[in-house]
C-alpha cells in the first residue's frame, strides 16, 4: 500500500468517526481531503460527494431546529413572566398603565395561555 492510500484512509476514518460524533463540519473537511486522493475510483469519489452533501444537509437542519427551539423556548418563558406581572397588580404597585383589575387579569391570562401554547411546541419540537 501506497502511503497516500495510507493517508486517505486516515482522512476518511476521522470523517466517519467526527460524523459519529455529530461534528459534521470535521467531518466534512475530513471526507473532503480524503476526496483529494487521485487513487479513488469514479464510484468511491461519488459516493463521498454524496455523503458530504448528506452532512452538508444535517448541518443546516440542526441549525435551523436549534435556533427556532430556542426562541420558542424565550417566547414562552417570556410570555410567563409577563403574566405574572399582569396577574398581580400589587406586585407592580398598578403602574403598568393604571388598567382595571379586570383587564390586567385578561391579558396576564391571555400571555398566560400564549405561553402554554408555545411551551407546548417547544417540547414538541424537542422530542421530534
Known amino acids: 500500500m501506497s502511503k497516500e492510500y495510507g493517508e486517505n484512509q486516515e482522512y476518511f476514518e476521522r470523517g466517519d468517526h467526527f460524523t459519529d ?3 459534521y463540519s470535521k ?41 427556532s427551539r430556542a426562541s420558542l423556548a424565550i417566547l414562552a418563558i417570556g410570555s410567563f413572566i409577563v403574566a405574572l406581572f399582569f396577574f398581580s397588580v400589587n ?5 403598568i398603565g393604571n388598567l382595571a383589575y379586570n383587564t390586567s387579569n385578561w391579558i396576564g391570562l391571555i400571555l398566560f395561555v400564549l405561553g402554554l401554547v408555545l411551551a407546548f411546541f ?3 419540537k424537542r422530542n421530534t
Not at 50 to 60: G, M, P, T
Open 21 to 23: 460524533e455529530g461534528n
Open 27 to 67: 467531518a466534512i473537511e475530513n471526507y473532503t481531503k480524503s476526496l483529494s486522493n487521485d487513487s479513488l475510483s469514479a464510484i468511491q469519489k461519488e459516493g463521498l460527494n454524496r455523503k458530504i452533501q448528506k452532512l452538508n444537509d444535517l448541518s443546516h437542519i440542526n441549525t435551523k431546529t436549534v435556533e
Open 91 to 95: 406586585i407592580t404597585g398598578n403602574a
Open 122 to 124: 417547544y417540547f414538541k
